[in-house]
């Protein structure tokens, strides 16, 4: 946590609003000790005087120095601020969790009482106070404190609202730990973190209305002065002199915006929802050896121009940009879709498969770098720049399915409107038409009463409809690629099944090439023709679906499939486990990448990266020891805690 | 006797019923299966009996008395389905499962009871002073079961365990849960969608559809024979038992 914060003081804005804060801090400390006399000395030869170079701010109605009087100023201003914002952050807190304890009927009054708090306007609810309270500091502190309080109490609701729902709090209070406990040791430390962000906002807001109630003359009362007093001062004597009021008013701005920055600047780091801690550091070594050998594939160029071709991969390679130095999460993967092919790709988390799908789709995010000796799709090069061309062939030819089809789909906008801009957009259907193909495509995957439900909103459709809904929205076009990023893993087995045969359907009819992107090797292994598995960053074993039981030769293929249990796995033996985790692309060894955790690797393997080789089938393997017998099945867990360290 | 027995039990949310009028039960030493799609209340039923989940009907009981959800004895744990959400971030490994001890003892002794755990789930107990971030999913998921048993229950409810992990390390954790029933005489309600996982855990299924059970019985005969349509359909759709195309 604390190297997050540290993060945000590296960025321009963040260092920027911390050292003006940090400026503000030490005045408010020395200012007093340094420029109190001068503050007071009082000097009637000289009153109201304009800037000059022994005031550079001019003097007031009894000759006392404006400028010093303001930097004195700044102590009060500021520790006036901090006690209003104090009170502020601990009444919100106490109001906000309290609904937590209280449970459920007083819980929800004390909510509405501070949402009815909430909408009332902060600057009346102050001059309430103030009035309340009586003049003075003491008063307006407290008036401003808590007229802050119920937005922080709603901010704390919130914050205790959503943790206390998560299932690491459930599982104490399972366990048996009491409210009030589970309140002080497992929420309030995780609330703490957004609400200091908030409170040092808070704080600049504070500044400024504390500003406004003294220069009301409800605040601070002579002859203590604040930058509020001397704005209220100042503007009294504005025609004399402007910059009695302008400094205290420079001062306050200052102030006010340097909390505010810092708290934004800390939130915007902070924003990124990281609650694990970052990736391991990465060694230097991210060499050129890793580029996979030329030629690998004894296919290349037989194919290069066969119309049948659909997708035609060679040596893709993405770069992100990582903590220390680029990572390459796929490293030289090549394959080729043909008409009416189904191909699979399969690995576990981090192994590039999703990766791979999103640059072919020329959909990396910016930050990544995607390069290929070839990237075709219909033989058109998807490398280099975006073009009005490349946009209208992905737009139309390709249809891409992702794993949450809220993603693509627009909650405010209806279902059929959202198909019939593709066509509209794309192909310059006329709006009607367009409309009509939308409820053709819709019924086609399946969408019952289309009428209806093409006029429906994405949040009315079910799960397994929003993704039919997407499929859809891919046929608009008349693709010839379909690429599909675990398109049943939110689904469940039976609207799986549905989606599965959808595709499946699609690709046999028109001809279609189908990329299916899958952790899951069942899965794979019942629609696709072909299985890519990918570890690491590059394509380990390409080989029929068919074989996949029995035929695989990379011992990560072998491990894969013996590891998920399926309807005739042999219940009285322990299932076979893969020792270790997966590599991380930052911390990539030399030799194979599997070698940690394969039953054969030898010093070969840790030293040489094994090439992708074809063997006269089409088949291709990645291995020293392809098809090597395993010895005698996997170990069920010693070597499990062994290398499983991230 | 042990069981943990859900009888004619009814959970309701608003006027939407949840859980309708369901019986069930987890035998001593047993891991029953519960399957159904999401939303066929699988998971609610479990949460009542941890009391997550308001009863409106019917009774939940553990050897034969209701089962406590208050206090500090909590014979009936649960292992939630993200790694990821269920250990708090800010605290250590070994301190969120000491936690869950029941009190009573010092320091050492927990201590020494944390180690025995972590040793027990497969986790080094050298992790036990690390916060979770420097942990993985299947890690995670270890020390949160480790965190149930140092509740020192009788019946662990687990539900979706492994259906937010890889493959590759959702084999551990269910050979794991095969081991602590041997060898702790743990019994477990194993709640998943995955038939092809449930079969290799569980000696009896059940399964559940909007709200209802509609089928229970010994594993094998269930998924061998099954009586219902609805499971036929399930069945059906697990992946991988269709031939090629
Ligand atoms: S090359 Fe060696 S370490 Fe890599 S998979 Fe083959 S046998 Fe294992």
Redesign the pocket.
């Known amino acids: 946590m604390e190297r997050r914060w540290l993060r945000v003081l590296r960025t321009p804005l963040g260092a920027g609003a911390a050292a003006l804060c940090g400026l503000v801090l030490v005045l408010a400390v020395v200012a007093p000790l340094v420029w109190g006399a001068a503050a007071e000395a009082v000097d009637t030869a000289d009153i109201l005087a304009g800037p000059s170079s022994e005031h550079w701010a001019g003097t007031d109605n009894l000759g006392r120095d404006i400028l010093a009087r303001v930097l004195v100023a700044t102590r009060l201003s500021i520790g006036l601020a901090l006690a209003a914002t104090a009170i502020a952050v601990l009444v919100g807190l106490l109001l906000g969790s309290a609904p937590y304890l209280l449970g459920r009927r007083a819980g929800r009054l004390m909510t509405a009482i501070v949402n009815a708090a909430v909408a009332f306007p902060g600057l009346l609810l102050a001059l309430f106070f103030a009035v309340v309270f009586g003049l003075g500091a003491r008063g307006a502190v407290l008036a401003i404190g808590l007229a802050g309080a119920p937005s922080f109490a709603r901010l704390t609701h919130a914050l205790v609202a959503n943790l206390a729902a998560r299932d690491f709090v459930a599982a104490a209070r399972i366990a048996g730990v009491g409210r009030l406990r589970v309140l002080f040791r497992h929420i309030l430390p995780n609330v703490a973190e957004p609400l200091a962000v908030n409170a040092t906002i808070g704080a600049g807001t504070v500044l400024l209305s504390f500003a406004g109630l003294s220069f009301l003359g409800l605040g601070v009362q002579s002859p203590d002065y604040d930058w509020g007093r001397l704005l209220y001062e100042g503007v009294s004597a504005l025609y004399v002199n402007p910059m009695a009021a302008l400094a205290p008013g420079a001062a306050v701005l200052l102030a006010g915006l340097a909390f505010n920055l810092l708290g934004e600047s800390v939130a915007k780091g902070l924003g990124s929802p990281t609650l694990r801690g970052g990736p391991p550091p990465a060694p230097s070594a991210d060499g050129d050896s890793r580029r996979a050998p030329a030629g690998e594939d004894a296919r290349d160029d037989v194919e290069a121009a066969d119309p049948d071709v659909v997708l035609d991969v060679r040596d893709l390679e993405v770069t992100v940009p990582g903590p220390r130095g680029a990572i390459r999460p796929v490293r030289g993967v090549s394959f080729t879709v043909r008409r009416g092919e189904a191909v699979g790709v399969v690995g576990e988390s981090g192994s590039g498969k999703s990766l791979t799908a999103l640059a072919v789709t020329r959909l990396v995010a910016d930050s990544g770098h995607v390069e290929a000796t070839r990237l075709r799709l219909l033989g058109d090069d998807l490398r280099g720049a975006d073009t009005p061309r490349r946009r209208r062939l992905l737009g139309t030819s390709l249809a891409m399915v992702f794993q949450d089809p809220m993603t693509s789909l627009n909650p405010t906008r209806r279902i059929g409107g959202q198909l019939a801009e593709v066509a509209s957009h794309h192909l310059g259907m006329p709006r009607r038409e367009a409309m009509s193909r939308a409820e053709d495509r819709l019924g086609a995957v399946g969408i019952p009463d289309v009428g209806r439900r093409a006029r429906q909103y994405p949040h009315e459709f079910s799960g397994g409809m929003r993704q039919r809904a997407m499929i859809g929205m891919g046929l608009m076009g008349s693709p010839r690629l379909i690429v599909a990023d675990e398109p049943t893993t939110a689904l469940d087995v039976t609207v799986q099944q549905q989606v599965l045969d959808l595709l499946a359907t699609i690709r046999g009819d028109d001809a279609v090439g189908l990329v299916l992107i899958s952790h899951d090797v069942t899965v794979v292994g019942e629609v696709c023709d072909r299985v890519l598995v990918m570890y690491a960053g590059r394509i ?1 074993e390409d080989l029929p679906t068919s074989e996949l039981a029995t035929g695989a030769r ?3 293929t072998r491990a894969l499939v013996a590891a998920v249990p399926d309807m005739e796995t042999d219940i009285d033996e322990p299932l076979a486990t893969i020792p270790g985790r997966p590599v991380d692309p930052a911390e990539l060894p030399a ?2 990448a ?2 940690a955790r ?1 039953p ?3 010093a070969r ?1 840790r030293a040489e990266d ?1 090439p992708l080789v074809a063997d006269p089938g089409g088949r291709r393997v ?5 098809g090597e017998p395993l010895p005698g099945g996997t170990a069920e867990h010693p070597a499990d805690e062994l290398v499983e360290t991230p | 006797m042990s069981d943990l027995r859900w009888q004619d039990v009814t959970v309701r949310y608003g006027r939407h019923v949840v859980v309708d009028r369901v019986d069930l039960t987890v035998p001593e030493g047993r891991i029953v299966g519960l399957v159904g799609e999401s939303g066929s209340g699988k998971s609610t039923l479990a949460r009542a009996a941890v009391g997550l989940a308001p009863v409106h009907g019917g009774t939940i009981t553990l050897g034969g008395a209701p089962v406590p959800t208050s206090g500090r004895r909590r014979p009936l744990q649960m292992v939630f389905q993200d790694p990821y959400a269920s250990l708090d971030p800010r605290m250590t490994v070994g301190d969120s499962v000491a936690e869950a001890m029941p009190p009573g003892r010092s320091r050492q002794q927990r201590r020494a009871e944390v180690e025995r755990l972590l040793e027990l789930v497969h986790v080094d107990p050298a992790r036990a002073r690390t916060r979770p971030g420097g942990l993985s999913g299947g890690q995670r998921q270890r020390v949160a079961i480790a965190r149930a048993l140092a509740a020192r229950p009788r019946v662990v409810i687990a539900d979706e365990i492994t259906s937010a992990l890889d493959v590759s390390i959702q084999g551990v954790v269910l050979n794991l849960l095969r081991e602590l029933r041997r060898d702790l005489g743990l019994s477990i309600l194993f709640i998943s969608h995955n038939l092809a996982v449930v079969r290799y855990v569980a000696s009896h299924v059940a399964v559940m559809r909007a709200g209802r059970i509609v089928e229970q019985g010994p594993t094998e005969r269930v998924l061998g024979h099954p009586n219902h349509d609805y499971t036929r359909t399930l069945l059906a759709a697990v992946p991988g038992r269709r031939s090629q195309p």
Not at chain 1, 622 to 626: G, T
């Open positions: 380990v990379h011992p990560y030799g194979c599997y070698a394969c054969l690797a030898d393997c094994p990645a291995c020293w020891h392809a």
